[in-house]
């Protein structure tokens, strides 16, 4: 089974340009993301005051933002009176050395591990692995991106890529104890992924987590997901290290409920998820570790208009109505964090210093849909125009918008430029020459009228 993993690092244009082409994964993309997108308007369509939930939901995050410092103190505090231990990381080295460490000092060699963005941007399976630890995905779609030597490219659904009859052949091909006759019945495929997890948690006696909360004044972690296989984590074994980036957390339990109004109805389409769990400090003999994760965050903050990402909740509705997304899938945009929030999140985390980073924000049409949907009402179209005025420009870019300039701050040298390009209108090729052939490619040079407005103005009047 060959990965999916697409060039990266290339660029989005690049990128998305070779996953269109397959028009299996845009096949798949659309079934998953229509009914997903189906289900949440629906749910969101039953609360009257969904407007007002997202409200408080933007300002209960810009409140939380603003005393970070002393909200995660609280938290640190409140976590360490429970039993529990707290380590702080700079970034994703840190964190990795971290739990490394934490996991050797209990002896063992794996780990199962509940579905976490955060680990996946730190690269911790990769990092454990350096170390000799085995760690072992236990949500069912990260099971098969791991199994299939794969990338997540969905946020919630990070095997959305695949269908089920690909599904049968990584589990046939890479699970030792698959059955023989496995079919690609959605039950059979469950089942065999049950039975091959049972097994894992059962004999795992470290697991690793993130959070999608963390609540300061009782310092209570929890975690919503639909499997059950976080709970067999977060409770079986003996000892529990959770990576959490420091943006998660909330002041207080009355805060959680409007998030766990929120965030099941926008990423599942759910009224609420199957499974929440909850747990504060050390507790029935389980060991517990908080690694609080910067990598990057505390300079997004600095930024007045991109701080707004760090309201994000993961939870893929603007994903799931992106028309960029829809099309070129998850890959292309070459970081954990695909479509519209990766577009704004991962250039600020990761700076715009690589091809990759630098074309990001521009992996969007600016429709605002991602904006109708989210939440907590991150204005995406914002940052990723403001980001655009901050990414590195070529040569004759930049020169161009200097004569732009220069045109369009005088009334004069516009009246004259709009007369000039009148008279010349019939010179006006309709692809532009050499590297500004880049532009006329994919669009139309809109056509020069006989007569501006200006002059028609003059005239009439
Ligand atoms: S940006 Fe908003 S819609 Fe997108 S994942 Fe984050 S919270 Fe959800």
Redesign the pocket.
């Given at each position: 089974m060959s990965a999916t993993f697409i060039g990266m690092p290339g660029n989005f244009p690049k990128n998305s340009a070779q996953a269109v082409q397959n028009s299996q994964l845009r096949y798949n993309l659309r079934k998953a993301t229509h009914t997903i997108r189906g289900k949440r308007a629906s749910v969101v369509g039953e609360l009257p005051d969904w407007q007002e939930l997202r409200a408080a939901g933007k300002a209960i995050k810009d409140e939380t933002l603003r005393h970070l410092d002393r909200y995660l103190l609280q938290l640190e505090e409140a976590v360490t009176a429970a039993g529990g231990h707290v380590h702080w990381a700079r970034d994703a080295a840190e964190a990795n050395r971290i739990v490394a460490g934490l996991v050797k000092a209990t002896g063992e060699r794996e780990v199962v591990k509940v579905k976490s963005m955060a680990t996946q941007e730190i690269g911790l399976n990769e990092a454990l692995a350096a170390e000799g630890i085995t760690a072992y995905e236990t949500d069912l779609a990260e099971l098969i991106v791991q199994l299939g030597d794969d990338f997540p490219s969905h946020?919630l659904v990070p095997a959305i890529h695949r269908n089920r009859a690909e599904i049968r052949e990584i589990f046939l091909d890479r699970m030792e104890d698959a059955p023989p006759g496995l079919t690609d019945e959605p039950a059979a495929l469950a089942e065999a992924a049950r039975v091959h997890l049972r097994e894992r948690f059962l004999r795992s006696r470290v697991a690793v987590s993130g959070a999608n909360f963390m609540i300061a004044e009782t310092g209570t972690l929890v975690v919503l997901e639909s499997e059950g296989n976080g709970r067999m984590c977060l409770t079986l074994p003996e000892t529990l290290i959770s990576v959490v980036g420091i943006e998660k957390v909330l002041p207080t339990w009355r805060d959680l409920e409007v998030f766990l109004q929120l965030l099941p109805r926008?990423?599942t389409g759910e009224r609420m998820n199957p499974y929440t769990s909850t747990w504060t400090g050390s507790a029935e003999g389980q060991d517990f570790h908080l690694v609080l994760l910067d990598n990057g965050r505390t300079d997004v903050l600095a930024d007045e208009v991109g701080r707004q990402?760090l309201?994000?909740?993961?939870?893929?509705?603007?994903?799931n109505v992106c028309p960029v997304y829809e099309r070129a899938g998850g890959h292309a945009y070459g970081s954990v964090y695909p479509?519209?929030?990766g577009a704004?999140?991962t250039p600020q985390l990761r700076g715009m210093g690589s091809e990759l980073d630098a074309s990001l924000p521009y992996a969007s049409s600016l429709c605002g849909a991602?904006y109708e949907?989210?939440?907590?009402?991150?204005d995406?179209p914002e940052v990723l125009v403001d980001l655009r005025a901050k990414a590195p420009h070529g040569a004759a870019e930049r020169a161009g918008m200097r004569v732009a300039g220069w045109v369009l701050n005088d009334q004069a040298r516009l009246a004259a430029a709009q007369r000039a390009a009148t008279r010349l209108r019939g010179l006006v090729p309709r692809r532009l020459p050499g590297p500004l052939s880049a532009w006329t490619d994919t669009r139309d040079l809109p056509d020069i009228p006989e007569e501006s407005f200006r002059d028609w103005w003059e005239r009439e009047g």
């Open positions: 946020i926008s990423s990402a309201r994000c909740i993961r939870c893929s509705a603007c994903l479509g519209p929030i704004i999140l991602c949907v989210c939440p907590v009402a991150i995406i």
